[in-house]
């Protein structure tokens, strides 16, 4: 029988990270995130859109700190969406592992990213497998910084996320630093890397590092990710400049 195929790639071409053996209680899939307290997350350059500025689906690599790749995160959304709503637009997005397996879904519905609509903000809800929630990442209202919430299934806050009050694409890092949900201890963080002159000016791929404690829940670890997912398409997508943050 033929090995499976490696997701959103050639076969033999990635070297995929072999699944630990799972902790009590996780969902399938998520057994790779146990023993990992950093990922790196890495947007797939599209030809298509550098060149014409046409918006496609976004797809990502996950990637461990060994350069492994844990995930393969693919945008399923529509093409009027795509163009008409640019960064703001609702989307799902399936996050498989090297068996084509979908072990997280992450859906974002269309809401209002102005400061002056604070009851209709970003959220992305968090399912593992699909059609189970495990937690949420909740857009915080704030007018300086943007802001953020990490929850669990419950909507109960588990730990806060706050970013830097000025940022722009030619930046070589900006942080989102990931605290406890007091906000007085910092417990991780997200960075936007630089991708490099060529990728910066004519493309909205991103490259993100994210760090968190080794010993945090599973779940906990998805709707980080999912955070970062977001984040994204909040500040870094060509045409966030047009949207009122």
């Known amino acids: 029988m033929a090995a499976p195929q490696q997701y959103g790639a050639q076969p033999g071409a990635i070297a995929w990270m072999q699944a630990p053996p799972p902790p009590p209680d996780c969902p399938p899939g998520l057994e790779y995130l146990a023993a990992i307290d950093q990922l790196l997350i890495k947007q797939q350059v599209e030809l298509l859109e550098a060149f014409t500025g046409f918006e496609t689906a976004n797809k990502y690599k996950v990637q461990n700190s060994m350069g492994q790749q844990v995930y393969f995160a693919a945008e399923d959304s529509d093409c009027c969406s795509r163009q ?7 989307f799902d997005m399936g996050i498989h592992d090297n068996f084509q397996r979908e072990v997280i879904h992450l859906s974002r519905p269309l809401r209002c990213t102005s400061c002056w609509f604070p ?3 970003q959220q992305v809800e968090v399912q593992a497998p699909r059609g189970t929630v495990i937690g949420y990442v909740k857009q915080s209202w ?5 802001k953020y919430e990490i929850c669990d299934a419950a909507e109960n806050t588990v730990l806060r996320i706050e970013g830097p009050c000025c940022y722009c694409d030619a930046c070589w890092e900006v942080e989102f630093n990931v605290t406890s949900a007091d906000g007085e201890t910092q417990v991780g963080r997200i960075s936007k890397q630089w991708s490099g002159l060529a990728k910066e000016l004519f493309t909205d791929a991103d490259n993100f590092g994210i760090t968190f404690p080794g010993d945090l829940d599973v779940k906990i670890k998805a709707v980080l990710l999912a955070a970062v997912f977001l984040i994204d398409f909040m500040y870094f997508e060509k045409g966030h400049e047009n949207s009122d943050l």
Do not use: D, T, Y
């Open 84 to 90: 008409c709503c640019g960064p703001v637009r609702p």
């Open 119 to 121: 009851c209709f903000l």
């Open 142 to 146: 704030s007018i300086m910084v943007p």
